[in-house]
């Protein structure tokens, strides 16, 4: 058993304080969530630290179910989703970059023992980092179409 990371980072053709804004804003943020998301539903809050937000995410073969609760460590550049069920983690973290901003996605979570630890380990990372390329993909289109 070990910590399994896996991170995903795009430039973003979109002003920091506007990427994070719709990051935090759960509504907002459902609207750039790749097929692999499945019923999001905000369950208290809405934007920024103190929602909660459930989904289930399928990756491959296997389907999870998620409770997760907001928080913003540095408010408009790093944002937390943590797990209620689990020991995920997954940042959000907004830096400038030239006219635009670099977003990044970082997930970590507790790998599993055994067998099943090996293939965890071998392609959850892989699967996960092609969901969170789609949503960077997805976010840098979405904000390219709405008015800023």
Known sequence: MGMITVVASRRIDAAPERVYRCLADMDEHAKILPPAFSGFTVVEGGVGAGTVTTFTVSAGARQRAYRMTVAEPEPGRVLTETDA????????????????????????????????????????????????EDELGRLDAHLRSSPA
């Open 85 to 132: 069920n689990s020991s995920l983690v997954t940042t959000f973290t907004v830096e400038p970059s030239g006219s635009g901003s670099q977003v990044e996605i970082t997930t970590t979570w507790q790998g599993a023992g055994g067998i099943g630890g090996i293939f965890e380990r071998l392609f959850a990372p892989r699967v996960m980092k092609g969901v969170y």
